[in-house]
């Protein structure tokens, strides 16, 4: 992912009340009782336009039309400091709001179940992973039911990830897919599987073009990134592919072509525990609006209901307590409560080692929404007024240097008499206006007319930020930044006042870890065999990542997404050996 400041860089869709985080006992009907805040935008909801380089990160929701809309802020205040990992610097949290957990514990029994349905496979969840599996197991003639927490799909971003797809090949970006996957496997420490990167990079290019011909001229124009670029030492990748109308057009089209092949469609169905004979995954109970359905499926159950970002209980067990302290939680698809990943440790499957981690960014702002304007590459200081950080870093990489820091924040510093002409500075390939830019961090931008009154009012060390400001600015008089190195043309100095400052911390999408799966998307035990008949797709899967989310690899996210779930679908129907 490019870094702030520079190339454009694309991301990778309710229920109400917030996430209980334990199982349900019993529910005998769907809830009823719908909230403002959990069901704005119900006719569709999901997608997170993110745009490019530095964009597109506020939360939307996808209309009918294809257009999005903004979705409500799903956050409150949490003071919660009991976090199984111990929470040394005792940060505060800003507990997302979302859907109570559809998973029951206590066994079904058959009297509750008021009608059943047979089926070769049944895919639960309708996001991009689980879209892409019903639409390969259908087009090859299995009888396919594809169960949905929400009223709708869940999709969000603009990019897909692959290796030797067409789109690439036609741009002339030739990439190096042994390169791409160790760089993957570095990333993670070597704490994650090997096949699943190579079955990626090897297979991801055939899926793509696969969608490609599925979805038409439907979507508009697919465009390749530029190829690789280096920041700061790493390498940001050209694996992406944007898709001009967005994920949420793409995902809404390759589920009509799995509607058209006959899939049965169930929104507001959720999955809620799986039917299990001998060990084996024989199918799964799901909440419908009478009662419990009851799916019995011949070749596999697929679990694809995305992350559990909206789990506080299960946030505060497997999560960094300083990841944890974000200011934002930007995914709107509040029904992500680790549904996928409860069913299948009840079925005895492993998860990925603890802690997990989030794909979180920088400019996460305190309203609980992003302030775009602030993911530039200005300045940045601690609470102690002192620099720490190349602000030139990929998103990944910055979000971690701003949560280390005291308090696990920081704040971007800019100047100016007019503040649109400093944005317009900063802005390199961000694909907003200035007038965007301020709007996004109007709310939060603190004002003065000297450093010493800016200290003051964020609670800054004045003398340090002082000195840190006199630096800076003779690294930019210099046009070299020997102290970290960002790049020159960032260099915009702090000259005169007003003086800005954005406080700033993390800003969440989704976890991306979960349950342990080999090259064949097969849900492993704790001893590695697979159990027989269940299947993980997207972030309810693992083995892939550790400690950090690789932004810098471009769209990997909805790259694994689309490849495994259209090799599940083919291999359910005999094709895969």
């Given at each position: ?49 993110a745009a490019a380089g530095l964009a597109g990160c506020a939360s939307q929701t996808p209309k009918k039309d294809g257009s999005s809309e903004a979705l409500a802020e799903t956050s409150e205040t949490a003071t919660a400091s009991e976090t199984l990992i111990p929470n040394a610097g005792a ?326 008499t007019d503040i649109l002409t400093s944005l317009e500075k900063a802005k390199g390939g961000a694909p907003w206006t200035p007038e965007d830019m301020y709007d996004s961090i109007k709310d939060v931008l603190v004002e003065a007319d000297t450093l010493e009154e800016l200290a003051e009012k ?120």
């Amino acid at each position: 992912m490019p870094p702030a400041g520079d190339a454009i860089r694309q991301y990778s869709a309710c229920l109400p009340d917030r996430p209980k985080g334990k199982p349900l006992k019993r529910r005998a009907t769907m809830e009823k009782n719908l909230s403002r805040r959990g069901f704005i935008g119900l006719g569709c909801l999901g997608a997170t336009a993110a745009a490019a380089g530095l964009a597109g990160c506020a939360s939307q929701t996808p209309k009918k039309d294809g257009s999005s809309e903004a979705l409500a802020e799903t956050s409150e205040t949490a003071t919660a400091s009991e976090t199984l990992i111990p929470n040394a610097g005792a940060l505060e949290f800003n507990q997302p709001t979302g859907s109570e957990v559809a998973y029951i514990e206590e066994p079904i029994s058959e009297d509750e179940v008021v009608e059943t349905l047979t089926c070769d496979v049944v895919v639960c969840g309708a996001g991009m992973s689980g879209v892409a599996a019903a639409a390969s197991a259908s087009e090859n003639g299995l009888r396919t039911i594809l169960l949905e927490k929400g009223q709708t799909f869940a999709a969000r971003g603009t990019e897909i990830g692959a290796f030797g797809d067409r789109i690439h090949q036609e741009a002339g970006n030739v990439l190096d897919p042994v390169a791409f996957m160790e760089d993957g496997m570095a990333t993670a420490h070597f704490r994650c599987d090997r096949n699943v990167w190579k079955r990626w990079c090897d297979r991801s290019g055939e899926a793509l073009n696969w969608a490609l011909d599925v979805v038409g001229d439907a979507c508009g124009t697919f465009t390749a990134k530029a190829g690789n670029s280096l920041f700061a030492g790493v390498t940001t990748w050209g694996s992406g592919v944007r898709v001009e109308k967005g994920i949420a057009s793409f995902v809404e089209n390759v589920l009509a072509a799995a509607q058209a092949n006959g899939t049965d469609v169930r929104f507001s169905t959720p999955a809620v525990q799986l039917i299990t004979q001998d060990g084996k995954v024989t199918g799964v109970y799901a909440q419908g609006e009478e009662g419990i359905i009851k799916i019995e499926a011949a070749q596999g159950v697929v679990l694809a209901t995305g992350g559990y970002e909206f789990n506080w209980d299960l946030l505060t067990q497997r999560i960094r307590p300083r990841d944890l302290a974000v200011y934002a939680w930007i995914n709107p698809t509040i029904t992500n409560t680790g549904d996928g990943l409860l069913m299948g440790l009840a079925a005895g499957a492993a998860e990925d080692d603890w802690p997990h981690i989030l794909m979180n960014d920088p400019a996460g702002a305190k309203t609980g929404n992003r302030a775009n304007g602030a993911m530039l590459a200005f300045l940045r200081v601690n609470e102690n007024g002192e620099r720490f950080v190349n602000e030139n870093l990929s998103f990944e990489y910055m979000s971690n240097a701003i949560m280390y820091q005291p308090g696990a924040h920081d704040f971007v510093l800019l100047s100016g008499t007019d503040i649109l002409t400093s944005l317009e500075k900063a802005k390199g390939g961000a694909p907003w206006t200035p007038e965007d830019m301020y709007d996004s961090i109007k709310d939060v931008l603190v004002e003065a007319d000297t450093l010493e009154e800016l200290a003051e009012k964020c609670g800054i060390n004045a003398e340090n930020l002082a000195r840190t400001v006199a630096r800076y600015n003779e690294l930019c008089a210099a046009g070299e930044d020997a102290d970290y190195g960002k790049k020159p043309s960032d260099l915009i100095p702090l000259e005169s006042g007003p003086y800005y400052a954005i406080e700033e911390s993390g800003c969440c999408l989704v976890t991306v870890n979960g349950l342990r799966t080999d090259a064949d998307s097969r849900v492993l035990d704790h001893n590695g065999k697979a159990i027989e008949g269940l299947y993980a797709l997207g972030n309810t899967s693992g083995s892939m990542f550790n400690g950090t989310y690789p932004h810098h690899m471009s769209a990997v996210s909805h790259g694994r997404c689309l490849t495994f779930g259209y090799l599940v679908g083919r291999r359910l129907a005999g094709l895969e050996d």
